[in-house]
Structure formats: C-alpha cells, structure tokens
C-alpha cells in the first residue's frame, strides 16, 4: 500500500446536469481533477435542497456500489433484481453493481416536493466488480458518541464500513469508512483517523473550521469536501452555529480505474463493451421491475482511449 502523506486541499463542488434531461442539477464533488478516489469512495452528489419531481428512469451501472443516503425526503428506488422500496432519512440504500444492473429512482409523489440526498460511489475491487449484482436496505445505523473538548458532545452515524470501532452492517468490499458527524453549537470535537487510511471531510450544513497537523485552521464551504490526504491521526473540527458533516475515508484504492457515465472499470474496452451491452438491451443489465421500456440511452463514447485516472496531489 502506498501512502501519500497529509494533504489540506479543498475538492470543490460543481453544478452538472444529472444526465439527460432529467430536470435537476446536481453538485459533484468527487472526482476532481487532482483526486479521483478517496479511498474506494469515487463518486459524490449532491442532489438537492430542492423541491422536485425527481425522475431518473432505468440506467445501468457496473464496477461500484451505489450509496443513496437521504437527508430531506422520500426516493423510491426500483432495480432489475426485483427490489421496490422507499428511502428515507437515516436509511440507507446499498446497491452492488458487480458485472451489471439497471435501475430507476423516483422521488415520492406525482408533484415537486422537497428533496436532498447524498449519493456516493464505491468503486469495487476485483473479483467483487465483475460478480453477482446486489441490494440492501439498512433502516437502523449504528451511531455513538464523540466527546467534545469543548460544548456538547458530537453524534455519529456509522453509514458504511468502520469508524472508532464501530462497524455498519452494510456489505463492504474494502476496508472503508462513511460517516455522518453532527456537531453541535459551539462545538470543539476531536475526529480520530486511521493514518494507514486518506479521508475527506464534506461539510452538508452550517458552519465549520477544521484542524490539524500541517492544517492551518480551515473553514469548510457547504458541499466543498477537504481532502486531507493519510497519515493522520486525527483532525479537529469546531463549529459555532452547529454543522452536519459526512466524513469519506479508507484504505488507498490502487487497483487502476477506468470512470465513464455510469461506469466503474479498469479499461476501455470494459467499458465500451458495457454501453454496447446496455444498448443492445442485453439481459446482463435485466429489467428495471415497474418499468417499461422507458430506458436512459448510453451517450456516444469518446473517439479516444478512456485511461485510469491518476491522483495529482
């Protein structure tokens, strides 16, 4: 495994459409240009806050896992392994990808409500990214206390893998962490790391100074993500008004990894044999249960050879 050493460099969000015509616009945060993984995490939105009729109909996905984890609002997510179900905060979503699925998410109800969410990528190891597709639905998180060194301590929710002992039930792949930290009014908490691991820190709501070894006091902008690179043993997070973090780590991915729409691979030619799998309706997707033949078309591939992505910093 290689380590990079500490890193203080601020990943910032940037408005994309959400494929298609699909009436939203959505931040992404990861990846940037400079750091295409933070651990095996490849891929963060921001859908919302917004009121919307979200429709996002059948697409595929292979190579990662999905992560939805809602903050306002109700998603119901339909796949092609017959899973129907509604989401909502402090659930989580967990879909498998592996060698291929399609599904659709749809916010609940036939007008605009209000809707925000987080939805993450984890890019799948070999072995794990070409075997059987998966789903799970988590509605009970594990969660704990972090003690403050100054105000009330901070709640933690454990989304996936494992932070300060405590693990989630969610199925992961790689030794990873995902975490909700809420912290409150002119608070001062203390957040451990595992120095074999690289981490980022989002900053969802209110307000946020982080600091550290080789960090001089930051503030963090809602949806930006400071990624904080590894060999640290800790960071310090303070807020005067409360905030709502979500802190992204794990071991270092350096499996080469090849992104495209909606893939995770480790070539071109993986991923131009997908989209021609996906377009000619092949069964390796299956059938988005619900759904007709309403379907999100693949865009064109790029004429040039997609390569890894490689970390710049």
Same mark, same amino acid.
């Given at each position: 495994?290689?380590?990079? =050493? ?6 910032? %969000? ?5 494929? $298609? ?29 917004? +009121? ?37 905060? $402090? ?8 060698? =291929? ?8 109800? +036939? ?18 990214? #070409? ?17 403050? +060194? ?13 932070? %300060? ?52 006091? #930051? ?16 960071? #310090? ?11 992204? $780590? $794990? ?17 071109? +030619? ?9 377009? %000619? ?33």
């Amino acid at each position: 495994m290689t380590l990079h =050493g500490p890193r203080a460099a601020v990943l910032a %969000a940037r408005e994309v459409p959400l494929g $298609g015509v699909r009436a939203m616009n959505v931040l992404r945060a990861l990846p940037s240009k400079d750091v295409p993984t933070i651990g095996a995490w490849c891929f963060l939105d921001r859908f919302g806050p917004a +009121e919307v009729r979200m429709r996002v109909e059948p697409h595929p996905h292979i190579g990662l896992q999905t992560v939805t984890w809602p903050l306002v609002g109700e998603i119901r997510h339909r796949d092609a392994i017959d899973s129907d179900v509604v989401l909502r905060r $402090g659930q989580l979503n967990l879909m498998t990808a592996g060698q =291929g699925i399609a599904h659709s998410e749809y916010s609940v109800g +036939e007008e605009a409500g209000p809707l925000d969410a987080l939805q993450l990528w984890v890019v799948l190891p070999d072995g794990a990214a #070409t075997g059987a597709p998966g789903f799970e639905q988590h509605l009970s998180l594990p969660g704990f206390a972090l003690r403050a +060194e100054d105000g009330s301590d901070a709640e933690v929710t454990v989304v996936l893998g494992s932070y %300060a002992g405590i693990a989630s039930p969610a199925t992961a792949f790689t030794p990873i962490v995902g975490a909700e930290i809420r912290l409150a009014p002119g608070s001062r908490v203390a957040l451990p790391l595992d120095p074999a691991w690289e981490h980022g820190l989002l900053l969802v709501r209110g307000d946020c100074h982080a600091a550290g070894s080789g960090l001089a006091d #930051t503030a963090l902008g809602i949806d930006d993500v400071l990624f904080l690179g590894d060999s640290r043993e800790g960071v #310090t997070v303070a807020s005067e008004e409360g905030a709502l973090l979500f802190l992204l $780590g $794990g071991e270092p991915f350096e499996q080469d990894l090849v992104m495209w729409w909606n893939f995770a691979a480790r070539s071109h +030619e993986e991923i131009a044999q997908a989209r021609e799998d996906w377009e %000619a309706g092949s069964a390796r997707f299956g059938h988005v249960i619900g759904h007709g033949d309403e379907r999100i078309p693949a865009p064109p591939i790029p004429s040039v050879p997609l390569m890894p992505r490689r970390r710049r910093i």
